[in-house]
């Protein structure tokens, strides 16, 4: 069942049923995705796409949920809740869009209606996780109203750089 969030812009739950499509949508923006996000390289075939959605869709991390995003009737990338700390009340959200919709403010639009997603969680705080030179994500955690709050230095290499990982919260 689809979550409309605007006349152009609805989700519906990713399924392993998806591979050879999110494989093809990797591998057409795989340049772009890989900049910062580990797991491209190792999405190089329809299995490897469906391992990939198996390993979130089947994770044992509570209330995680798991989105295709569409707009304009076209699948463009992939939203989730990644987790829910049941302590602090802390969804930690993931995403990625394909090239050709960026600059649409798609994130900031989903992460608006949040509630819609997932009525029954009981969620406070939003917390991106952004790696310091992913400036675009940054800008959407930015942009969504949350604040910096702590750096994990040396996190990762990404784009052969070491680069620190960016908490960012945003209290609802």
């Avoid at 076209?74 to 987790?83: R, V, Y």
């Avoid at 993931?94 to 009981?122: A, M």
Wanted: aromatic fraction near 10%.
């Amino acid at each position: 069942m689809p979550i409309h969030i605007s006349d152009t812009l609805y989700l519906t739950p990713l399924t392993k049923t998806d591979a050879e499509f999110i494989f093809d949508l990797v591998n057409s923006n795989r340049a772009q995705l890989r900049e910062f996000l580990y797991w491209v390289d190792d999405v190089i075939c329809v299995d490897s796409a469906r391992a990939y959605i198996a390993q979130r869709v089947d994770s044992s991390l509570p209330n995680a949920h798991w989105f295709k995003v569409h707009f304009n009737n076209k699948t463009c990338g992939i939203f989730a809740i990644k987790s829910v700390c049941k302590e602090t009340y802390t969804a930690e959200l993931g995403y990625w869009l394909c090239s050709s919709v960026h600059g649409n403010g798609l994130i900031n639009k989903i992460i608006e209606h949040l509630v819609l997603l997932v009525p029954s969680l009981q969620v406070e705080v939003i917390e991106f996780r952004c790696l310091e030179l992913n400036h675009a994500s940054i800008k959407v955690a930015l942009k969504s109203g949350a604040r910096f709050v702590q750096s994990i230095p040396n996190y990762m290499v990404a784009n052969n750089v070491t680069q620190s990982l960016n908490i960012y919260q945003l209290e609802l």
